[in-house]
């Protein structure tokens, strides 16, 4: 997934100068600032790479959904603490843990386990699959994205900024089911 990976590069500068701005405008430490940002740059990409799954961002994954793509969002967040109260349009929701799930844990995902994550997904392998969680990060869309690619999905996105970024730009958002 090579462009997958030239985007994470792209993120994770847009990342940093984002970062930038802000701890001049709260007059923080620009430099540890700087180094707080370079560790999310640095762990965001780190996952994309073990992962094996590209990146989306809001405007992009907004423009898919506006042209029609044919794709599943999955919602990673807890049901009633986050899924219920707002989700991306047409997104479900499967809940996966915060830390690295190397190995399947039907604990952590809410009691079901991987056959039905890929019910979830559905039979089409190259259908397009986005996950997101709430904003980057948090890990729980890495899960999500990595556990796709390794059920065997080939064209699996992470939206890193998550429902946090589709609100800031000012997206649509659903609450309830």
């Not at 423009?63 to 044919?70: A, P, R, S, T, Y």
């Not at 599943?72 to 707002?86: R, W």
Request: some cysteine; charged content about 25%; hydrophobic content about 40%.
């Amino acid at each position: 997934m090579n462009m997958g990976k030239w985007v994470s590069a792209g993120l994770a500068v847009t990342l940093v100068l984002g970062v930038s701005v802000s701890a001049l405008a709260f007059g923080t430490n620009k430099f540890e600032a700087e180094v707080k940002r370079e560790q999310g740059a640095v762990k965001l990409l780190r996952e994309v790479e073990r992962g094996d799954y590209g990146v989306i961002t809001a405007a992009e994954l907004k423009q898919l959904m506006d042209k029609g793509e044919e794709m599943v969002i999955v919602d990673t967040m807890p049901y009633k603490a986050s899924y219920l109260k707002g989700h991306l349009p047409g997104a479900v929701q499967f809940l996966f843990p915060i830390a690295e799930m190397e190995e399947w844990d039907s604990e952590e995902t809410g009691g079901q386990d991987q056959a039905a994550y890929q019910a979830l997904l559905g039979p089409d392998k190259e259908r397009t699959v986005v996950v997101y969680c709430g904003f980057v990060k948090c890990t729980r869309s890495h899960n999500g994205a990595a556990w796709a690619r390794r059920l065997g999905y080939g064209k699996v996105l992470r939206f890193p900024g998550g429902i946090f970024a589709w609100k800031g730009a000012d997206y649509p958002v659903v609450s309830g089911k």
